[in-house]
């Protein structure tokens, strides 16, 4: 803990307390208020198998006691991490309640990670249990010999889709799991700092690192989401949320969902302009939310098809910057209204949504235009400055800009097992900010916009690539002298790795000669898209290399070969 006093009365004054209840704030709670004043509320999945399964929040409700109770049998203690590695469908949702309800902590993997990244954060995280749905059966399979703590498998289907053959030990079966266990489960009453669930992250330099949340910090996020001026989430709502399940818990919405007893429709793995807008149109969805690569998709299909959204209202569009083309395709042709928000895994993760204020309802379309394409303005709960480059505070003036620090009860203090240290910086109060790493201006309002980011990673799709990995691979090839790999713009994906590099003296390497070392030792979609041979790579006075002057002479290369 950092020095912060807790509040600003002076020791020597008398403590008088307040007498209300002292309740704490746990995730199982969200599931005990839905199933009693949401029982008939819809969860509707399109599962692995293809086909839509659709039952109620008092089904969710019991087969989650159910699953807390397999938990138990598994000696899965309080603190253990449960680990997933799973779609957005209602068994993920299940295990997010029955992990986290019975105080073991819920840790959802992300399968699209290399196998040997997936093996590294499982055993940092000791992971004692995995869960799987079956289209990851061959990444299971991968690592399942070489992960350490994990002793439990459990293939998230029903016996008759169970593999006849596998190489993974003693395969359990979850719907047998369901079925073998009782339903009657007291959820139990501790701290609301306990630790709920676990996301690792690749958005740092070296190691992904995890973020650990509490039952608080998850609790107040939640509150917090639902509210009108930001995801604005009601009983009234059918939410699809796109954004995976294994992404910072879908951004929240699997929480803020039973709070408000809004419809739940889960995509599966068909994330396609066609299989969603499907959705969308028999669900009758109202709202939802994804990065911008999803948006591509889907308004390419409505495009091409000739469709018009019936029931959908608004979209929450984040994760990556998304296009103002976008967002006019959105709100002008399909009626659709854009919700730009910003976040991060550090900040469980809503910390901006760009909604109007009321002096901003009159004004021209291309004025309003302009406040929503900023990332928006802080939800309550989140602190924000600017800084400059000796960590002074900068004016919220729409033009300077400077890093962007935060603070509140949902935002990271450390990353679990203290990896990388402390990460906070400590301000004149003694107050701690978390610094994001992105560079943004602030104007009077509030409003907040990114102009660039000072870290070094790659956003592709939504997903961190690691530059430094990159670059590290292609040092480790013969010929190459020296190599830099930076974020450069991409029509489709946002952005895309570009790798730039300078040959050792007399050597001859080509562009496929360098791609082609790459295979094997990173996930294929890691690949950089391009290779850029320079004489030399400008270095700073301390030796980094510029990226920052790379970007700005490669960053739309990419752009310019498309
Ligand atoms: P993650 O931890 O994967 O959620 O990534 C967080 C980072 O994604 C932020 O620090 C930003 O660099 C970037 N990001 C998230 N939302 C936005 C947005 N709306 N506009 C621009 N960048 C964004």
């Known amino acids: 803990m950092k020095n912060e006093p807790i509040s600003n009365a002076q020791p020597t004054q008398p403590f008088v307390a307040g007498m209300m209840m002292q309740q704490p704030l746990l995730i199982s709670s969200l599931l005990v208020h839905a199933e009693r ?19 109620t929040y008092k089904d969710l409700a019991t087969r989650a006691r159910r699953m807390a109770n397999a938990l138990a049998g598994f000696g899965v203690q309080s603190g253990q991490r449960v680990a ?198 028999t669900e009758r969805v109202t709202m939802s939310a994804g990065v911008p690569t999803v948006w591509q998709g889907l308004l390419a299909y409505v495009e091409a098809n000739d469709l018009k959204f019936s029931t959908m209202r608004r979209t929450v569009i984040g994760g990556s910057a998304c296009p103002p083309a976008m967002m006019r395709a959105f709100q002008e042709r399909y009626d659709v209204q854009v919700i730009h928000a910003w976040g991060m895994t550090e900040m469980s993760p809503v910390g901006t949504a760009a909604i109007l204020k009321g002096k901003h309802l009159d004004l021209p379309a291309e004025a309003r235009m302009a406040v929503q394409s900023t990332q928006g303005r802080a939800v309550y709960g989140v602190d924000m400055k600017i ?82 990995d990159l670059e590290n691979i292609a040092m480790a090839h013969p010929k190459v002298a020296m190599a830099a790999c930076i974020a450069a713009l991409h029509a489709k994906w946002d952005e895309r790795p570009l790798l730039i590099v300078v040959k050792k003296p007399g050597q001859d390497l080509t562009r496929e000669e360098m791609l082609s070392f790459f295979e094997g030792r990173i996930a294929k979609w890691w690949t950089p898209d391009d290779v850029v041979f320079v004489d030399a790579i400008p270095l700073g006075a301390t030796g980094k290399m510029l990226k920052n002057r790379l970007r700005e002479q490669y960053g739309n290369h990419l752009l310019a070969k498309a």
């Open 37 to 55: 004043h949401h029982a008939d509320q819809e969860v509707v999945s399109r599962r692995v198998e293809g086909d839509i399964h659709r039952y």
């Open 387 to 468: 800084v400059g480059e000796n960590g002074e505070a900068l004016p919220w003036d729409g033009k300077v800009s400077g890093e962007l620090l935060v603070r509140g009860p949902w935002i990271i203090q450390n990353y679990f097992k203290n990896e990388g240290g402390d990460p906070l910086v400590v301000d004149e109060q003694g107050h701690g900010w978390f610094p994001t790493g992105d560079v943004a201006t602030i104007d009077a309002d509030g409003y907040m916009h990114i102009t660039d980011r000072s870290k070094d990673v790659i956003k592709s799709g939504g997903e961190w690539i690691g530059s430094i």
């Open 84 to 281: 997933t590695l799973a779609w957005n469908g209602y068994r993920h949702m299940e295990l997010y309640y029955a992990a986290s309800g019975s105080g073991a902590v819920l840790h959802t993997l992300n399968p699209r990670l290399h196998p040997d990244q997936v093996v590294y954060i499982a055993d940092h995280a000791e992971d004692q249990v995995l869960f799987f749905d079956m289209t990851f059966l061959p990444l299971v399979e991968a690592i399942a010999s070489r992960v350490k703590t994990i002793k439990t498998f459990v293939a998230m289907t029903d016996r008759v889709h169970m593999p006849a053959q596998t190489k993974i030990p003693n395969l359990l079966c979850y719907e047998e799991l369901v079925e073998a266990s009782s339903d009657r489960f007291d959820w139990p009453t501790f701290d609301e700092n306990t630790a709920s669930s676990l996301c690792y992250t690749s958005g740092t330099t070296g190691n992904p690192k995890g973020v650990l949340y509490s039952h608080r910090s998850t609790l107040l996020h939640t509150f917090a989401i639902a509210l009108p001026d930001a995801l604005n989430c009601s009983a009234r709502d059918t939410i699809l949320p796109v954004v995976p399940m294994f992404h910072v818990n879908a951004w929240g919405l699997p929480y803020a969902a039973c709070m408000m007893g809004s419809k739940l429709v889960f995509p599966g793995s068909g994330l396609d302009g066609k299989s969603l807008f499907e959705l969308f149109e």
